[in-house]
């Protein structure tokens, strides 16, 4: 049963932005951390950011590029992606956890994903 529903991806140029986003249950949002985690192909799944409250946390390699943040409201959490890269390209995954974390293994709670494909 898919609990985090992501949309946004697709497929975009070099250089240009996206916004993906992850859309929770309320009591999944408002207990766990929310995070972005991507695959590329042939490649490891890799931490992006992650949220818990209004402290984030970034990867060095999308820090300066992408921010994440939430919306209460609406129980949601976002990418936004600047200045995309083709090395960006991936499968982008929402996840929740119990703590913030870069290690995929502490969350517990996966969406489906949703591909972003950058080309040069």
């Known amino acids: 049963q898919v609990q985090l529903v992501e949309s946004g991806g697709g497929l975009v140029q070099a250089g240009d932005s996206l916004t993906l986003s992850c859309a929770a249950p309320?009591?999944?949002?408002?207990?766990?951390?929310m995070a972005w985690f991507r695959q590329a192909p042939g490649k490891q799944r890799e931490f992006v950011a992650g949220?818990?409250?209004?402290?984030?946390a970034v990867a060095d390699s999308v820090n300066g590029r992408f921010t994440i943040s939430r919306d209460n409201a609406k129980n949601t959490v976002y990418l936004q992606m600047n200045s995309l890269k083709p090395e960006d390209t991936a499968v982008f995954s929402c996840?929740?956890?119990?703590?913030?974390?870069?290690?995929?293994?502490?969350?517990?709670?996966w969406g489906q994903g949703t591909q972003v494909t950058v080309s040069s």
């Open positions: 949220i818990l409250g209004t402290r984030t």
């Open positions: 309320e009591w999944i949002f408002s207990t766990y951390v």
């Open positions: 996840a929740a956890g119990p703590s913030l974390h870069t290690d995929e293994r502490t969350y517990s709670i």
